[in-house]
């Protein structure tokens, strides 16, 4: 768990800092890569980690995911510029990366079938913790200390986590003969692909235009390599994304339904602060908490979803709860205009109820369907999924929203507003500077693209639904637990 805060804790409490980093360093036009390379380097690691965790054992990659996580992180507070700032996030991500998936993996490994759902809601209770008090505390330590000081807090957090797992995690001894080789080329080929997709879905539209150059060619020299790796991973014993993890129709039906559910993140994540800041009037601290109440509720269901699963199986679990967020989501483009903050606030507490019900299900379920030697690569794929789903539906919500606002501007009936769409945050933040008419036609117009929006995310959920109806088993093909639990000493 105090593995699990450091990455948790990361993007909430750096994203408050921004404008006193940015006010030191400089470097405004590209601070938004403070989160989007610490993004790239955790999400094309992850399938890499798995598999090391797998060949290797949970413990080495662990404590060096950790290790270099906080050398990361000492780096970032003595960084000089942005661009140096960036570089060393970058060397963060590639920490976290081992962190994020090889934790979820041991949770499967330490506890049996019967205590999962109770330690992956203790991990999501991390997460949800993170999420109020990483923007608190972010803004404490902006306000009244240097804002290196949130880098340098994870020294003595990872410190303390290296020493328990190096004196209390004891794993099972493995035969050598049952190691392969390590695929390295493998490895350099998802993470040169992988990085090079995720790249062109953050700056496609943003950047430059999907359309233009830069995008297509990125794009095509990352099918490119996707067409490289496959042909080494055909090739190697022991390839860092096997065959089967998508042959097997239940880890492949997960990886779908959990990458859906990465697009659908983006609606509440990204555009319900948006929301609560430019349409409710509130503050951003005011904003963030009605995003934070999903956190909130998501590991209350996830701890109780075990009484669900256990009558009606993992897959009817995770249908049941994927439908109630199809609906939810559905009912936020029903809010009347303007709506009282309680409003979105509740829809955020049923929509993490429903999530947890549904994410938790799937995770527990496709873990208990591998051995030990599986489990990380297994475990790996499907948060490597999520987050590539995080990416993309970042890309497609994001090019909805600036559509629907560019339409609602290009056919305005009253006259004063912005011209471009890179001034609509500008004039919101002062209102006070266009005519009232046009303010409130603009407030207008960035409620419609959240309802679009959330539409769209609406999709997501009835796409997961479906790959859970008509890919994945019945009932997950679950194994025996009898040697395939890593000990610890207690």
């Known amino acids: 768990m105090l593995a699990m805060a450091l990455v948790a804790l990361d993007s909430s409490i750096v994203s408050t800092a921004v404008p006193q980093i940015v006010g030191d360093l400089g470097g405004f036009s590209v601070f938004s890569w403070l989160f989007a390379g610490y993004l790239l380097a955790v999400t094309v690691t992850l399938p890499v ?24 992180s000492l780096l970032c507070a003595l960084a000089w510029n942005m661009a140096a700032l960036i570089a060393f996030r970058l060397v963060q991500g590639l920490g976290g990366g081992a962190l994020q998936g090889t934790v979820q993996t041991l949770a499967a490994d330490l506890y049996p079938l019967k205590d999962r759902p109770r330690i992956q809601a203790r991990m999501s209770s991390v997460w949800a913790a993170s999420a109020v008090a990483g923007p608190a505390l972010g803004g404490l330590i902006a306000s009244y200390a240097d804002w290196r000081w949130i880098f340098l807090i994870n020294l003595p957090l990872g ?22 080789p390590i695929d390295w080329a493998g490895a350099l080929g998802v993470f040169a ?22 995008s297509l060619g990125l794009l095509g020299a990352s099918a490119l390599l996707a067409a490289v790796v496959v042909r080494i991973e055909r090739r190697a014993a022991e390839p860092v994304i096997p065959g089967w993890v998508w042959r097997r129709r ?19 994540m990204v555009f ?12 951003a601290v005011s904003a963030g908490l009605v995003m934070s109440a999903m956190t909130l509720t998501w590991p209350v269901s996830a701890a109780f979803s075990q009484h669900v699963y256990r009558r009606i199986g993992f897959r009817n679990s995770a249908a049941v709860g994927i439908s109630l967020a199809a609906v939810i989501l559905f009912s936020f483009t029903l809010l009347p205009y303007p709506a009282r903050p309680w409003q979105p606030t509740l829809v955020m507490l049923l929509l993490g109820a429903a999530l947890g019900l549904f ?12 051995g030990w030697s599986e489990r990380g690569t297994t475990t790996a794929s499907v948060l490597f999924c999520r987050q590539v789903g995080q990416s993309l539906g970042a890309a497609l919500l994001g ?14 009936p009253v006259s ?22 046009a303010a409130d036609y603009l407030r207008r117009s960035v409620a419609t693209a959240v309802d679009h929006v959330f539409l769209g995310a609406t999709a997501a959920a009835v796409a997961a639904l479906l790959v859970l109806l008509f890919v994945a088993p019945r009932r997950f093909p679950i194994l025996e637990e009898h040697q395939e639990r890593a000990r610890t000493d207690t």
């Not at 692909?193 to 830069?214: E, I, T, Y």
Request: charged fraction near 10%; glycine fraction near 12%; proline fraction near 8%.
């Open 193 to 214: 692909c992988g990085g090079l997709l995720l790249f062109a879905l953050v700056q496609g539209g943003v950047a430059w235009p999907w359309l233009s150059a830069p």
């Open 272 to 283: 319900v602060p948006t929301y609560a800041q430019s349409v409710l009037g509130l503050g």
């Open 250 to 268: 239940t880890i492949a039906a997960v990886n779908l339904a959990l990458g859906a559910l990465g697009v659908l993140m983006i609606a509440p």
């Open 359 to 370: 994410q938790l299900p799937l995770i527990v379920g496709v873990q208990s369907t591998v």
């Open 416 to 437: 004063g507003l912005p011209d471009h769409l890179d001034d609509v945050s500008k004039a919101l933040d002062r209102p006070d500077l266009i005519p009232r008419p």
């Open 399 to 412: 090019a909805v929203a600036n559509a629907t606002i560019a339409a609602r501007l290009a056919h305005a």
């Open 49 to 72: 980690y798995g598999k090391l965790s797998d060949t290797l054992g949970r413990k080495p990659v662990l404590l060096f995911g950790i290790a270099l996580f906080v050398f990361g």
């Open 159 to 180: 410190g303390l986590a290296l020493w328990m797992l190096a004196r209390h995690l004891v794993e099972p001894v493995r035969s050598p003969g049952r190691r392969g």
